[in-house]
C-alpha cells in the first residue's frame, strides 16, 4: 500500500491525531541566544534568537524531545520544525542558504524520534508531515498603503522558495506535505505548484499525501486576504488534497462555525488544529487541556472531523486530552461522491 492509501484509510478508520505547538514547546525550554547559535554559528552577524527553525541544526536533541512528547500523548501524526525554513520568511537571518538543509535536518529528527517511538512500541503507525508554513511575505496583499499596487515578492520567487523547502523535506524522508496556516491563498497556490512540480518529477503523484490547513483570522469567517471560506476551499481543491481544514488565528469555539461549514462543503477530509483559545493581554494561553478537548469533542460528536490537534499554545498535555476524548468518536464519512473515485 502507498502512504496516500494507507494515510486515507486511517482517516477513514478513526479520527487521527495531529501535534501540538511547536513555538510554545521550544518556549519552555527558554533558549538563549547562544542555544540558536550553537558552536557553528557563534560568530554570526546579527541576532539569531527567535529563528526557531534553526534549532534543528544547532540544537537537535532539544527538537527531537519534543517529538517524542507529542508522540507519546499520543499523536499520530508530528509535523517538522520548519514552519520559516525557506529562503524567503529566513533572509531575517540573512540564512536563505541554509533553508535546504534546515528542511532535511528537521525531517531527518522528526523520522528518527518516529524510529524511537516505534522500536519501544511495535506495531504503533506514526507519521512526519514537512510542514509548508505561510511566508513572512504575502503575494495577494500591498506593504506599502500608499501603493496598493506593489508587491514585495514575485509568485516565481515564492514557488522557488517553496521547491527549495519540499526538496529538503523530501530527501529528509517525510511521509507527508502539509501545506498550513494559510493566511493567503496565492502563497499557497505557489507551495501547491511547487509541490506539483517535485512530485510529477519524482513521479511520486498518487503517493505522497499533501494536506492543506487555512486560517481564518476573525469574525468575519474570511482569510486574511478577503476570501471566504468556501473560496478558500475551491481555489485549492485542484491539489487534489487528502485533507483540507483549518488551524490557527482562533481557539477551538470561535472555530466552530467554520468547522462545520468545511465539513458541509469538502469532498476530502476534513482537519481541524486551533489554538488553545484566544490570547491574554499578555500573549499567552490560558485555555486548559480539558477545555481544549471538550470544544473539539463537540466537532467530533457532530461528525465534522477526520483530523485533530492543537496549534499555538497547545501543549503534549492538550494533545493527550485530545487524543483521549477522541477515542469515542468516529470519523467524518466521506461524501457518497467522493466515496466512489
Known amino acids: ?13 478513526r479520527i487521527v491525531i495531529i501535534d501540538g505547538a511547536m513555538g510554545t514547546m521550544i518556549q519552555q525550554h527558554r533558549p538563549t541566544e547562544a542555544d540558536y547559535r550553537g558552536e557553528r554559528f557563534k560568530d554570526w552577524t546579527g541576532d539569531l534568537k527567535g529563528n526557531n527553525d534553526l534549532l534543528s541544526i544547532t540544537q537537535p536533541d532539544m527538537i527531537k524531545s519534543i517529538h517524542r512528547e507529542y508522540l507519546d500523548a499520543g499523536a499520530d501524526i508530528i509535523e517538522t520544525n520548519t ?21 532535511v ?18 506495531g504503533a503507525k506514526k507519521y512526519v508531515a514537512g510542514a509548508l508554513g505561510p511566508m513572512n511575505k504575502t503575494l495577494s496583499l500591498s506593504p506599502d498603503v500608499n501603493n496598493p499596487g506593489y508587491r514585495a515578492m514575485t509568485f516565481d520567487e515564492a514557488m522557488t522558495a517553496y521547491y527549495d523547502q519540499v526538496r529538503g523535506l523530501m530527501d529528509g524522508g517525510v511521509d507527508i506535505l502539509l501545506v498550513e496556516t494559510i493566511f493567503d491563498t496565492l502563497n499557497a497556490k505557489a ?26 483570522t476573525d469574525a468575519s469567517g474570511r482569510t486574511l486576504s478577503g476570501q471566504t471560506l468556501e473560496a478558500f476551499y475551491v ?6 488534497p487528502v485533507s483540507i481544514g483549518l488551524n490557527c488565528a482562533l481557539g477551538a469555539a470561535e472555530m466552530r ?12 477530509f476534513v ?38 490537534g492543537g496549534c499555538c499554545g497547545t501543549t503534549p498535555a492538550h494533545i493527550k486530552a485530545i487524543a483521549q476524548a477522541m477515542k469515542q468518536y468516529a470519523p467524518r464519512p466521506l461524501p457518497e461522491m467522493a466515496a466512489a473515485f
Not at 525554513?85 to 533553508?99: E, F, P
Not at 481555489?235 to 487534489?240: I, L, R, W, Y
Open 1 to 13: 500500500m502507498n502512504t496516500i492509501a494507507e494515510i486515507k484509510q486511517l482517516l477513514s478508520e
Open 83 to 103: 514552519f520559516n525554513a525557506q529562503a524567503i520568511s529566513l533572509a531575517d537571518y540573512n540564512m536563505q542558504s541554509l533553508a535546504y538543509e534546515m528542511n
Open 105 to 122: 535536518a528537521a525531517a531527518k529528527i522528526a523520522k528518527q524520534a518516529v524510529s524511537e517511538y516505534k522500536e519501544a512500541n511495535p
Open 191 to 216: 507551495a501547491i505548484f511547487a509541490i506539483n512540480k517535485y512530485l510529477r518529477e519524482h513521479k511520486l503523484n498518487g503517493i505522497m499525501p499533501v494536506m492543506i490547513s487555512g486560517t481564518i
Open 235 to 240: 481555489s485549492v481543491m485542484h491539489a487534489e
Open 257 to 268: 462555525p467554520h468547522v462545520e461549514e468545511l465539513a458541509q462543503i469538502a469532498s476530502c
Open 271 to 308: 482537519s481541524c488544529y486551533p489554538n488553545a483559545g484566544l490570547p491574554n493581554a499578555m500573549g499567552e494561553y490560558d485555555e486548559t487541556p480539558a477545555e481544549t478537548a471538550a470544544i473539539i469533542a463537540g466537532f467530533a460528536q457532530e461528525g465534522w472531523v477526520n483530523m485533530v
